[in-house]
């Protein structure tokens, strides 16, 4: 049993080396051969086959250098080597070395190739460590061997390239950042290893399972050892229950990729890279929104002082067309006791021209109405004069209106044009993510290539086309494998059949080989490819539902936020125009005001002259009527005079009294609209500070929280692209001695973790078997000739 336990492993070995040498990604010299003549080209494969322990613990290493030249031409090649126990592996004779330099002059027809092998002491790419538990406690390797029980097997592996250096950047508004980070070379690996049948119920959380065609389990583990893609460290297992255990061989493979170049990274590193730039167009998008927010704050708070300016004046404006209403009511009165008294004096007048005997009664009564007449144009023209102060104040808070609507409405287009801005950059932020949706969605880009999720359904049809007779069809890559594993099986069950010893026959056992090794790799495409194909779909859909408009209004996307706030735009833009269309008004009314004030200003003036003449006159007549009294033989004339005069008078004052009415009822309107313009300007100027404080916190609370947003997202894959970039960079440097200058190079690790299975203890009960044999054999023989 334990012999087919060896041959397992063996195959193994052999299987694991094989696609070793089959997968390395070439690293290529940008220089061109020296000493080459014609079309050579040169081909360089370091292998270091390094011995390890059940635990981990290197025990030996060898490396294998091979040099591959092909062509038609001739070369002087010097191919850097390790000295220490070098053996050719192509013949007797031993290769040609000179300072640590192997030299090969020799001219080549199709291909060549060099092979040797030396002791190799240098420092492993990677650190492995394993760790065994039976039935939950901590074991050595060894004490696993003959138990019973649930074994748990862990295995730790840690990329220990690592070294400090500089990686550079940019955040989302360009800016170049310099941050010190561990990079490490890319490593990509694998390990299987073969439970034997003695191992069952085998359970693994990171493994590909199989059967290997003979009772036990294949196992096998891939590793990606560098991030951000992967980590420089990884661990993974499985569990067993064991009857009469024993750890059996594992065989890891390590070798360095370029993740720019390489088909199985190159996407995921593309996919670091867009969403740096991605976040770059955020925040250059939101940084302008928030520079129009700012300027609309600006302008608003330009517009709250000019209402601001207007109230002032507007109060101003009420309390000058009180004063004119109170003045004219004043003038009202007073023209009225005016008209009185000058029909008053018409009577008299008329009493004097008829009767000269009634003279002296005549005269006291046109005595006593001359003062009266005094004291009332003294009156009128006190009135008068208010009225003249009253009207100037009005004219002022008039003109002052109007500077104050004039200067609102000339800032108010400013407003508008900073919301016509913001709602162009919303709308262009808008776009942007339109035509990232568009590249999540299946279909082709606009140049005609195919979207990320059309690249993955691709894929996914690649890998699981069926397979398909006609000819110039193209089955999937694990019907084309099912397809090769059935011929294959078929051959390997002919030659069971066939061959008279199957289990020693080179022809079966090849035959074994290859069908499990297309067999593990058809599993590793059901298993692991096509469900991560699978599940890199469902992201991209998930991340398309984060972008585009939701079914669910309970559910936040970054498109349906673009909408709400180019919603409360367009609002805000239609408040804007009816506050433009408002002032407009506003401006009108108050030139109109201020062009009737101005005309009542020049009217009171008038009027105040003209009460002012009045009582200078009405002062005289009290003078004449006393000389009057005193001369009534000149009376006669003068009272005819006065009569003609005094209906004269009394149809002015008749006229005068109407119009001092009408203009008491014109000031009480005036009084009343002046009052509303301040009542409407007392709200304008309380709401009117909202607007900047509602623009402020759009800004603080929006706008600048996405500027923060995609500056955050264009540093962080920034920061993980320009890793990959650093340790892309990396990836030709882990050749342990290096190629001649100009060819393709390639490196491989390949670690081999022995072993516990009591053989050697047995094998150390064999040696003291013989040894004790031949003692006692020694023994006898002496023995005898003693007795002779």
Do not use: H, W
């Amino acid at each position: 049993m334990r012999r087919q336990r060896r041959a397992a492993v063996a195959t193994l070995a052999a299987m694991s080396g094989c696609l070793v040498l089959a997968t390395q990604a070439p690293m290529v010299a940008s220089a061109v051969a020296t000493g080459v003549k014609g079309d050579v080209s040169i081909t360089n494969t370091e292998t270091v086959d390094a011995k390890l322990s059940a635990t981990g613990r290197v025990s030996s290493q060898r490396i294998y250098d091979q040099l591959v030249v092909s062509g038609d031409g001739t070369v002087d090649i010097e191919n850097p080597v390790s000295t220490d126990g070098l053996r050719n592996l192509n013949g007797f004779g031993g290769p040609s070395v000179r300072d640590g330099k192997q030299r090969i002059s020799t001219s080549v027809k199709g291909e060549k190739a060099y092979r040797s092998v030396a002791d190799y002491d240098g420092e492993l790419p990677v650190d492995v460590r394993v760790e065994y538990r039976l039935d939950g406690e901590k074991v050595e390797p060894g004490e696993v061997v003959g138990k019973d029980g649930i074994l748990e097997v862990t295995y730790s592996v840690r990329n220990m390239t690592g070294k400090q250096q500089e990686v550079t950047y940019t955040d989302g508004e360009g800016n170049e950042k310099t941050r010190a980070m561990s990079v490490v070379v890319p490593l990509v690996g694998s390990m299987s290893t073969v439970l034997p049948s003695n191992f069952t119920d085998v359970q693994s959380e990171q493994a590909n399972a199989a059967g290997d065609g003979k009772g036990g389990t294949l196992l096998s583990f891939t590793m990606t050892l560098f991030p951000p893609i992967g980590s420089d460290r990884t661990t993974f297992g499985y569990t067993a229950e064991i009857t009469d255990g024993i750890i059996p061989e594992a065989n890891m493979s390590v070798l360095p990729v370029n993740p720019l170049e390489s088909p199985s990274f190159s996407g995921g590193a593309a996919s670091y890279k867009g969403g740096a730039e991605s976040g770059v167009d955020l925040t250059e998008g939101a940084a302008k929104i928030d520079q129009n927010l700012l300027k609309i704050r600006d302008g608003a708070e330009e517009l709250v002082a000019g209402i601001l300016q207007l109230d002032d004046g507007a109060g101003q404006l009420r309390s000058g067309t009180g004063e004119l209403s109170a003045g004219a009511n004043k003038l009202s009165g007073g023209a009225g006791e005016l008209n009185s008294g000058a029909q008053r004096l018409n009577a008299g007048a008329g009493q004097l021209a008829g009767g000269a005997g009634e003279l002296n009664t005549g005269a006291q009564q046109l005595k006593a109405g001359a003062k009266q007449l005094a004291g009332g144009a003294g009156e009128l023209n006190t009135g008068a004069q208010k009225l003249d102060a009253g009207a100037g104040r009005v004219a002022g808070g008039a003109g002052e209106l109007a500077n104050g609507l004039g200067e609102a409405q000339s800032k108010a287009p400013a407003l508008l044009d900073g919301v016509a801005q913001l709602r162009t950059g919303v709308t262009k932020l808008d776009g942007g993510l339109a035509q990232a949706q568009l590249a999540l969605r299946p279909g082709t880009t606009s140049e005609g290539g195919p979207t990320l999720m059309s690249g993955v359904d691709q894929l996914l049809a690649g890998m699981t086309a069926p397979f398909d007779p006609n000819p110039g069809a193209t089955p999937g890559l694990s019907a084309s494998l099912g397809t090769a594993y059935t011929l294959i099986d078929g051959l390997y069950q002919g030659a069971v059949a066939a061959s008279p010893d199957p289990a020693n026959d080179p022809t079966v056992l090849r035959l074994g080989q290859a069908r499990a090794i297309i067999d593990g790799s058809k599993n590793g495409v059901d298993s692991r490819i096509v469900p991560g194909l699978e599940r890199l779909k469902g992201g991209l859909s998930t991340l398309d539902s984060r972008i585009g408009p939701s079914a669910d209004p309970g559910v936040e996307t970054l498109r349906g936020g673009t909408a709400r706030l180019g919603a409360g735009l367009n609002e805000l833009a239609a408040g804007g125009n009816d506050l433009v269309t408002g002032l407009g008004k506003l401006k009108t009314g108050a030139d109109m005001l201020n062009g009737g004030a101005s005309q009542l200003a020049a009217g009171t003036r008038d009027l105040s002259a003209g009460t002012d003449r009045l009582s200078s006159g009405a002062n005289e007549l009290a003078g004449g009527t006393g000389k009057l009294a005193a001369g009534a033989a000149v009376l006669a004339p003068g009272a005819t005079k006065l009569a003609e005069g005094a209906v004269r008078l009394a149809a002015g004052t008749g006229e005068l009294a109407p119009g001092a009415v009408r203009l008491a009822q014109g000031a009480g309107k005036l009084d009343e609209g002046a009052g509303k313009l301040a009542d409407g300007l007392d709200q304008a100027a309380q709401s009117a500070p909202a607007l900047p404080e509602g623009a402020q916190q759009l800004s603080d609370q929006g706008t600048s929280q996405l500027v923060n947003v995609g500056n955050s997202t264009a540093m962080s894959y920034g920061e993980k692209y320009a890793l990959i970039e650093a340790g892309a960079e990396r990836a030709s440097q882990l050749q342990p001695y290096g190629s001649p200058e100009g060819a393709t190079s390639r490196t491989a690790y390949k670690l081999t973790l022995s072993a516990e299975d009591g053989e050697d203890r047995a094998n150390m009960l064999r040696v003291g078997a013989a040894a004790a044999v031949a003692l006692l054999g020694l023994g006898g023989l002496a023995l005898r000739r003693r007795l002779r």
